[in-house]
């Protein structure tokens, strides 16, 4: 009778997750037992006991995961317990702090150490993890178990890692009502309402699924801010998610509106200077110290999109910037202050705008600021060239804001693979300091001397069961932690390794599942926005195309002022002939777009308006290059779709229908975007298709008719 009973529940709880199956919520963390053998039973001899030396809340949680990941992929129970190193195993631990650690590792190997760095080396019969800190070690931790997540030999192991950047951040924008502003997996994971006395387990896994990747903050707030976030009993509730986040590494930032002195403070003014707003911001200040007292500190959205900035009481950037950097400076604070401004008079090019308001201001801010500039001078397109503010102001620490979730790319539905955008752009050339000054090479400080230096990515987080909607966004979270930790790292590397640990160790499948991977940047390029078209898509939500929209409260929230198509030609002329905004990059680079007959064409529209008929160094005229690159965009997801099915049968398949069901949607919203957008421009270049290509399937009326008025992501309009 007992064991009926027990094998109805297990029957029980097995269908119970047969239901959720594979949901994806483990992301890559999945640690199950190593199924090959051979390499299981190696593993187990080199890995026989753990010793973990020191103790803190963050060592507490590296010797957890340690014992309870290399448990499960091993296949047996361990502890960190070890008392001495009779047996082959691990040992653990801070240097300086172990008497057993100084006998492993020499003066060379601990000098090679820096914060939050790691060292993984075999020294007799033991696996020697060791960093000068706590982080260092949970994130050695989370290393060495990816080494044989990843099937990786751990013989003669000689690993040496320190985080090129250091504050690697997410920010959500995410509303106190839950909504998530650009947010495509759900609601927001944080529960204002239940904080701070209901913990939701998600926090927790949230937390640990950052710190495997070395993310080491989270700013929780949206930065179109809302001051409520900073009354008594919502800072209670920020605290409550840093208790959580603290013991995995994580500090905890709020984005602060300007003027949150006079909407919360009750003061008339949030004027910079003025005595009483100063006061008041270090009051506020004192009290999230209080209760936070690793808070990380401040980003700020000023004087953009209609927020509140120093611009209102006649001060600039650095004034509001270094009023928040003085009042958090006492408490090691700092402020991320962001360079996406663009003024509400319209007064030129918008891309030209943030340069103009920030270079005049390098070297006028305060030690704990960081300005936070967008990976291009517009906003997140599909592709941009690097943002000019990059190659401009080498007296003052510049921080990378790329966008993890896909406002411009898809949103919810599309497989992009984004890993290989921040690859183009950390790697491209600003030449401020002559030939070689990458831009990884200005935000990691090497080029200026800069000790403070960071990256935040604009999470695609929510409360979808897999955590990012698309089950493919994991790896775009992912890429983004790992080259936060090391932007010289490159794509292919990173989504080797998260396949690996989140799909499948079949070598033909992995091969393919990167290709798709690798190339979907390039494929959603030519389907949106080829040859250097931008800000095309459809009003307010930006979901689909909308090439026509003329008609919004600003110019240049249009498509028509960004494409600039008539019966002449095509594209935004910023050469001296036009905006000029090519003068904002140093010669070198400026040389590189300059030349219409030159110029990349993946920059080509960007830089110039070229007319129809110009032929292009691919061989064709630009009409027929715009529609024959529309054409192979969309074609080649229908080959993305094709490419999953082959690896139908090495993945589970709850996660493998739900990316079909996705791929399809992707196809489809690729030949609408290809067709509308060929209509579209068609009415301006009055030429016919290139020979053999599809006609559109609708007239360009049908497309311009279509509304989404409940599309995800929407600002709200408060
Ligand atoms: O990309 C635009 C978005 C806005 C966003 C803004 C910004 C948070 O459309 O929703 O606001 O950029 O980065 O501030």
């Not at 601990?110 to 260092?136: C, H």
């Not at 491209?428 to 200005?442: C, F, I, P």
Request: net charge negative; with cysteine; aromatic share 12%.
């Amino acid at each position: 009778m007992k064991q009926k009973i027990s094998l109805l529940l297990i029957a029980t709880l097995f269908l119970g997750l047969g239901a959720l199956g594979e949901n994806g919520y483990r992301l890559w963390l999945r640690f199950d037992q190593i199924e090959d053998e051979l390499l299981r039973t190696r593993y187990q001899q080199q890995i026989q006991q753990i010793r973990f030396e020191g103790n803190s809340p963050i060592l507490s949680t590296a010797a957890r995961e340690l014992t309870h990941g290399l448990s499960a992929l091993l296949g047996k129970e361990l502890n960190a317990g070890a008392e001495d190193l009779q047996q082959p195993g691990v040992v653990v631990g801070i240097t300086g702090n172990s008497t057993i650690l100084d006998q492993l590792l020499s003066l060379e190997d601990k000098q090679s150490l820096m914060a939050e760095g790691f060292l993984i080396l075999t020294r007799q019969n033991q696996i020697v993890l060791a960093a000068n800190d706590d982080r260092g070690v949970l994130y050695g931790v989370f290393h060495l178990l990816r080494l044989i997540q990843l099937h990786e030999s751990l013989d003669d192991l000689h690993i040496i890692q320190n985080p090129k950047l250091q504050r690697r951040i997410l920010n959500h924008w995410d509303n106190l009502d839950r909504t998530v502003e650009r947010g495509y997996a759900g609601f927001s994971i944080w529960n204002w309402h239940e904080l701070p006395d209901f913990i939701d387990d998600r926090y927790l896994d949230y937390a640990r699924a950052n710190a495997s990747i070395g993310i080491n903050g989270a700013v929780v707030t949206n930065v179109n801010a809302n001051a409520l976030i900073f009354r008594s009993d919502y800072i209670a509730k920020a605290a409550a998610l840093a208790d959580v986040f603290r013991p995995y590494g994580i500090r905890l930032y709020l984005t602060a509106r300007f003027s949150a002195p006079i909407e919360l403070g009750g003061l008339s003014t949030a004027d910079p200077l003025d005595t009483d707003v100063k006061r008041w911001w270090s009051e506020k200040v004192e009290e999230i110290y209080t209760l936070i007292p690793d808070f990380g500190g401040f980003l700020v959205k000023a004087n953009s999109e209609g927020q509140p900035g120093p611009q209102e009481y006649g001060r600039n950037h650095a004034d509001g910037a270094n009023l928040l950097a003085d009042a958090l400076a006492p408490h090691d604070g700092i402020v991320m202050w962001r360079a996406f401004v663009y003024s509400s008079e319209e007064p030129e090019d918008r891309a030209k705008q943030a340069y103009n308001e920030f270079v005049p201001l390098d070297g006028k801010f305060r030690d704990n600021v960081l300005i936070q500039v967008k990976n291009g001078p517009i906003d997140f397109q599909p592709r941009e060239p690097i943002h000019p503010l990059f190659g401009a102001m080498p007296n003052t620490p510049l921080m990378m804001e790329f966008q993890i979730t896909k406002e411009y790319l898809g949103q919810g539905t599309h497989l992009v693979g984004l890993s290989p955008f921040f690859e183009e752009v950390l790697r491209t050339d600003t030449y401020v300091e002559g030939e070689g000054s990458l831009v990884a090479n200005v935000i990691d400080g090497s080029l200026h001397g800069h000790t403070l230096t960071g990256i935040a990515g604009v999470a695609n987080i929510g409360t979808a069961f897999n955590w990012t909607g698309h089950l493919f966004g994991q790896a775009d979270w992912y890429a983004f932690g790992r080259l936060a930790w090391d932007p010289y790292l490159s794509s292919a590397k990173i989504y080797q390794e998260w396949i690996k640990m989140t799909l499948t160790h079949d070598q033909d499948a992995q091969a393919i599942i990167g290709d798709m991977l690798l190339s979907s940047h390039e494929t959603c390029v030519r389907y949106m926005t080829p040859i250097g078209l931008h800000h095309i898509m459809g009003p307010g939500h930006h979901y689909g195309p909308g090439p026509w929209v003329s008609k919004m409260p600003r110019a240049d929230w249009t498509s028509v002022y960004y494409h600039k198509a008539d019966s002449s030609g095509l594209g935004f002329d910023r050469t001296e002939s036009g905006s000029n905004a090519l003068e904002q990059y140093r010669p070198n680079l400026a040389k590189v777009y300059r030349d219409l007959d030159h110029c990349p064409l993946e920059f080509l529209l960007w830089f110039h308006h070229v007319s129809w008929d110009h032929p292009l160094s691919s061989g064709n005229t630009l009409w027929n290059e715009l529609c024959l690159q529309y054409d192979q965009g969309a074609r080649e997801v229908s080959q993305l779709r094709q490419r999953w099915d082959q690896v139908e049968s090495y993945i589970d398949k709850e996660r493998f229908r739900q990316v079909a069901m996705h791929l399809q949607i992707q196809e489809k919203e690729a030949r609408w975007w290809r067709d509308a957008c060929i209509s579209y421009f068609q009415s301006f270049s009055n030429r016919p298709l290139p020979r053999g290509l599809r006609q559109p399937e609708h007239d360009l009326s049908h497309y311009e008719s279509l509304i989404f008025p409940y599309a995800p992501g929407i600002r709200p309009r408060w």
